[in-house]
């Protein structure tokens, strides 16, 4: 039996929410999901230049610098869809700049110089750890990105190396492509035609990970997404912390389109982010069923907009009153065809309205919100008297849509022909779109999806042969990943709860090297090794560098029988040696002797009333010895 | 031979490889590698890249190269020629408007890529000026011409006369105002060029181009090309001009007099300075500030001085210590007339040179002398050095840059050989190449760190 999971707009029932659903319903759905997982290299410099990376300046800046961004042509002689997009918003764009972090590179005022070589050799490591097939020779291209968050309009960027996996809970998971680039600015403020940034971390290094749409469920997403991070964390080689790590999440369900959900800003988020997702999809889909009902075409919704600022120069609607005054047009556009489906839920707390909404915010700027009304909505605006004078002038019929969008003139005129564009492609379904995470786990519309065509060769950098002698090298010392860590564990004898704790930790590279060090047959065994180094209530040195000599010290005390386990994990420094057996043997008689006489010996725990002699020796005496002592002494 | 066939720029084992699976450029392809399949479209490779690996453009947008060592074979699908051109759109015509002359000699203003090497190459038309620029319709009629398509470096005398001779006709014609496009490297030299060939223009003559090529998003080719047009269109200054980006942000271009501008940065786009005095004025979207009243002001007629001559028996000496005098007896041995001196200082050269100048003035070549301190005026009283050099037939120059001298000299020989009536020329200015005074504004260079500069700068657009 296949489970239905249609969904009828024009009841407009409410959506599941997330949590309810089983991997059956999105199977159902046919959703996909794949990830572009970034992650910045630790390195001492910048990419394309010799600024220092990895500093951040929360506020303040020495310089300003404005800028525009206009469209320009791909490789192949056509223009991004993006580009002229943003182009439309004609966005003034602020960079705010701090002497110690920018250079006249990252101001767009000088040319790149060569790629940094030990970023390039870190990203090659990692690219090895997902079993990438390297490129011979690196292409630097130039990603074009109009809304300004890099000054010179493009990232540059480079293909590393294509077709890869990991191994991902007994399934493998496909890697697409792993590329190097330069980060971008840190957006500060975007209001009306202005948006700001920071330069801080413009420029430094970053990796990109593509993964296949392999994952069917929410659920999974977030797991692969832990697992690139883990491997990529397994490197030693990515910087970690708030900000050195940012995801994008790519869905999709049958019919539907891959839409980019950007600035996910926790793992945690992506289930109910992938969710929400694919019910806006079938939201969409649904309502395009009823349109192709209604033959209604691209070509049927024609601009039959009006300006209607005059009727509604005397509202009563407070908040409309205060534009028209302060000289805002007005227009409404009516929507014939889209009778019933304006409110149709797409997310939770979210109707199709909104996705009109984020593209007069986005494209025409205006963004006092609410920023679109529609004539059937049940929210209090205009009089009902004005609604009918409007729908009058539009020529339409009580029930028809009739979308009002004001402002300056200029922007208005730019929202009537989003509101018509966003009508069109909801005939096609699912527009191709980059999206906005929003808090909630909804999200927005950003910007249209950009294409193959925003690319273009870097003309002030020569390609880069890779040295094939140097990647054999490295790869002779690539560091183990996530899963030949659990797989050299498992050989070794650590408990798999152990492993799994201790695969993700810092300690684990003490953990590797000691390993060897532990004799067989020693009192050491690597799972004793294993929760010494996680234990929580004694920390122990763990960072390798500096508690390599103390680490090895005590192992070779161990191994030389001057030292117990015991004392290890009792912790008190200086670590005793173990007393001499005659001695132990005094010393413990003496204690029992010392017990009160009146003690009980319980039959059943005798190790119990003896606990004080365990007290006292444990760390002096081996554990057996005491035992077998204490075995006699109870009997 | 490379680049035969449609293998464009590929040679060696790499043209071996293609032409064993016949995959020209273009090709839609599946290439089985060692490593894996890679699927793309083959690219055009650059002349001067190895001739060991194929460039492929794959479904991403992204170029990857594969050496031809690892490739098995390869499967061709298909074929996707790039049509790398501007939209092209005919420039609309409105009455009423100013009607402006564009003038291209190539540069960067308008360009796109060039495969075989790798860089970008100029391209230029009205209608793809219009397609990318459309703001241009909105301040006047534009017609085009395009006299030059090379970079910079590669304009000279020739092109100088070309050039002024064009502009000569174009004024007769009736024009409301010219415009220039040119690479930045020798836009003064250029600029300079222009300000003695055209004398008397009864419109303004303006230059430009761009610091970014116009294959940037962040391009400042379009606002340049807005500014130089407006100014063209609109300005009362009828003077030979270059107009380029005041600070680095998208605010406002500079009009720079065409003999006191130099390029002062390899890379900034607020590279172009005016050098011992202040721009002429100022260009945004409202239009044109002058910051002087003593220009030649727009004239109604259509009347113009082109004198559009040049010896290029000249050469600029740029001084160093330790000079030695083979290399001003070098240029007399092989027939050069004139000879202009970047001296240190106030004008000096050292005395091993004193011989071989005497020799050059014996020879008669016309030798002056400029400063390689760029701001300030030639002196050569001051110093008993300067007053020996003199003596040698070395004339000093006043405040005429070093490049303006040069542009300047090779003129005026090209008028006459008669070295007093040189004289005459090189020392009457003409369109502010020498002048009375240099106002204490004309030297401003600011220097970071210093606390009041660095408060200043935070409350300014860089």
Not at chain 1, 27 to 35: I, K
Not at chain 2, 24 to 39: P, Q, Y
Not at chain 2, 293 to 304: A, E, L, Q
């Amino acid at each position: 039996m296949t489970l239905d999971v249609s969904y009828d707009p024009l009841q407009g029932n409410p959506l599941p929410v997330y949590g309810t659903w089983t991997p059956a319903e999105y199977e159902a759905l046919g959703l996909m999901v794949g990830l572009e997982v970034h992650q910045q290299l630790q390195t001492r410099r910048k990419l394309f230049c010799r600024c220092p990376a990895g500093l951040f300046h929360a506020e303040g800046h020495d310089v300003e610098i404005l800028r525009h961004m206009r469209p320009t042509l791909s490789e192949m002689g056509d223009y991004d869809g993006t580009a002229l997009m943003e182009f439309k918003t004609r966005k003034e764009i602020h960079y705010l700049l701090k002497n110690e972090s920018v250079c006249t590179y990252e101001m767009d005022d000088a040319p790149p110089f060569e790629m940094d070589p030990v970023a390039l050799e870190r990203a090659i490591v990692v690219s090895m750890m997902l079993d990438l097939q390297l490129v011979d020779e690196l292409h630097i291209a130039r990603k074009q990105y109009l809304d300004g968050s890099i000054p010179t309009g493009f990232q540059r960027t480079a293909i590393i190396g294509v077709h890869g996996s990991i191994p991902h809970e007994g399934r493998t998971i496909g890697i697409r492509q792993l590329s190097i680039e330069e980060d971008s600015c840190r957006e500060v403020a975007d209001k009306g035609h202005l948006r700001v940034y920071r330069t801080d971390r413009l420029g430094m290094p970053l990796i990109e990970t593509v993964t296949e749409p392999d994952m069917h469920t929410p659920e999974e997403a977030a797991s692969v997404c832990e697992a690139l991070r883990r491997l990529a964390r397994a490197s030693g080689l990515v910087r970690t912390g708030v900000g050195a790590g940012r995801e994008d999440v790519n869905v999709s369900i049958r019919g539907g389109t891959r839409i980019e959900i950007k600035g996910v800003s926790s793992i945690k988020a992506i289930p109910r982010l992938v969710h929400n997702e694919a019910l806006r999809q079938r939201s969409l889909l649904a309502i395009r069923e009823v349109l192709h009902g209604r033959g209604v075409t691209v070509e049927s919704i024609v601009d039959a907009s009006q300006d209607v600022t005059q009727i509604v120069h005397g509202t009563d609607w407070r908040y409309m009153q205060k534009h028209v005054s302060q000289g805002a047009r007005v227009a409404a556009v009516p929507l014939a065809g889209f009778e019933g489906l304006i409110n149709t839920p797409t997310q939770p707390h979210t109707r199709f309205l909104k996705e009109f909404s984020d593209r007069v915010r986005v494209v025409a700027c205006i963004d006092l919100l609410p920023n679109i009304i529609c004539s059937t909505s049940e929210t209090e605006t205009l009089s009902g008297f004005e609604w009918e004078k409007i729908e009058k002038v539009c020529g339409v019929d009580h029930g028809t849509p009739v979308m009002v969008v004001w402002g300056d003139e200029r922007d208005v005129k730019t929202a009537v022909q989003e509101i018509l564009i966003r009508a069109r492609d909801a005939v096609a379904g699912v527009p191709e779109e980059t999206r906005q995470s929003l808090p909630d786990g909804t999200n927005g519309f950003e910007r249209i999806l950009p294409g193959a065509s925003r690319m273009y060769p870097d003309t002030d950098l020569p390609p880069i042969v890779i040295d094939n002698a140097r990647t054999t090298e490295l790869r002779a010392c690539m560091p183990l990943r996530p899963w030949e860590r659990m797989a050299m564990m498992r050989e070794a004898g650590v408990g798999e709860d152990l492993a799994r704790r201790l695969v993700k930790h810092q300690a684990w590279n003490l953990f590797a090297r000691l390993l060897p060090r532990l004799k067989p047959g020693g009192s050491l065994i690597p799972t004793g090794l294993a929760s010494l180094l996680l234990d929580r209530d004694a920390p122990r040195p763990l960072n390798e560098v500096a508690a390599g000599e103390w680490w090895d010290a005590t192992i070779d005390r161990l191994a030389a029988g001057d030292l117990l386990v015991d004392a290890v994990v009792i912790g008190d420094e200086p670590l005793p040696s173990p007393l001499p057996a005659d001695e132990a043997r005094i010393r413990f008689e003496t204690i029992v002797a010392d017990l009160p006489a009146d003690l009980p010996a319980d039959a059943r725990r005798p190790r119990a009333a003896l606990r004080p002699v365990m007290k006292e020796l444990r760390g002096l005496v081996p554990g057996a010895t005491l035992a077998r002592w204490t075995e006699e002494v109870s009997a | 031979m490379s680049g035969e066939n449609g293998y464009d720029g590929y040679r060696g084992p790499a043209l071996a490889k293609l032409q064993e699976y016949e995959a020209m450029v273009w090709s839609d392809v599946t290439v089985a590698t060692t490593k894996g399949e890679f699927a793309g479209l083959i690219l055009p490779r650059n002349e001067m890249a190895d001739p060991e690996h194929i460039v492929l453009k794959m479904i991403t947008g992204y170029n990857v190269g594969l050496h031809v060592g690892g490739i098995e074979a390869i499967t061709i699908h298909g074929r996707k020629v790039a049509n790398y051109k501007i939209p092209e759109k005919e420039f609309p015509f409105t009455e009423g408007l100013p009607r402006v002359k564009l003038l291209g000699t190539g540069g960067t203003i308008a360009s796109r890529l060039d495969y075989r090497t790798g860089a970008v190459i100029p391209a230029f038309s009205p209608g793809e000026l219009y397609g990318s620029v459309p703001e241009l319709a909105d301040i006047c009629n534009l017609e085009t011409e395009k006299l030059y398509g090379v970079f910079s470096e590669n304009m000279g005398h020739e092109q100088w006369i070309g050039l002024a001779e064009a502009i000569g006709k174009e004024i007769a014609k009736g024009v409301d105002g010219i415009v220039v496009g040119h690479g930045t490297d020798t836009m003064h030299h250029t600029a300079a060029a222009l300000s003695f060939m055209v004398q008397d223009s009864p419109v303004p003559i303006v230059m430009v181009g761009s610091q970014r090529s116009s294959d940037r998003p962040s391009s400042d080719a379009a606002i340049n090309l807005i500014n130089a047009t407006r100014t063209a269109a609109t300005s009362d200054m009828a003077e030979v001009m270059v107009c380029m980006f005041g600070p680095t942000s998208d605010q406002y271009g500079l009009l720079h007099q065409g003999t006191r501008v130099r390029k002062m940065h390899s890379s900034y786009r607020s590279t172009f300075r005016t050098l011992s005095d202040i721009p002429l004025g100022m260009v945004d979207v409202a239009g044109v500030t002058p910051f002087k009243d003593d220009y030649n002001p727009r004239r109604d007629d259509t009347d113009v001085k082109i004198n559009a001559v040049f010896d290029d028996r000249v050469s600029l000496v740029y001084y160093y210590p330790g000079m030695k005098p083979d290399i001003v007896d070098s240029l007399v041995d092989n027939g050069y007339r004139g000879i202009v001196i970047a001296g240190t200082g106030l004008g000096h050269v050292n005395r091993p040179l004193y011989a071989a100048l005497d020799r050059a003035h014996a020879a008669g070549v016309a030798m002056y002398m400029t400063v390689q301190t760029l701001w300030g005026f030639v002196q050569m009283f001051v110093y008993e050095t300067g007053r020996e050099i003199m003596e040698l037939g070395v004339t000093p120059a006043a405040n005429m840059l070093p490049e303006v001298a040069y542009v300047k000299l090779g003129w005026a020989l090209g008028q006459t050989s008669d070295l007093d009536e040189v004289k005459r020329i090189m020392l009457t200015p003409i369109s502010r190449d020498i002048t009375e005074r240099e106002p204490h504004n004309g030297y401003l260079v600011l220097q970071g760190g210093i606390p009041e500069v660095e408060a200043f700068m935070s409350g300014q657009w860089k």
